[in-house]
């Protein structure tokens, strides 16, 4: 069983994911979980890729990593 945390962030909450569980339901940072209920009070994970519903989310993505790298070079 893996144990997840559930933190306040700002006026949200979010459930902070070990890296044991990031592995376990092959997430990267900007995938989408979908928690669906089944009949027995469970939830069934399905996974998706970010970039799938945005096509420029990967473009932010690379430009949010390197941003800093990209300022050190014009100046």
Known sequence: MIA???E???DRVAVVLTEE???ALHLSVGDT????PSGDGAFNAL???GW????????RAFLRR???SFTQLEG
């Open 4 to 6: 997840l945390k559930v």
């Open 8 to 10: 306040k962030v700002g």
């Open 21 to 23: 569980a990031q592995q």
């Open 33 to 36: 979980l979908c928690l669906e």
């Open 47 to 49: 996974t998706r890729e």
């Open 52 to 59: 799938v519903d945005d096509p420029h989310a990967r473009g």
């Open 66 to 68: 390197y941003n800093k």
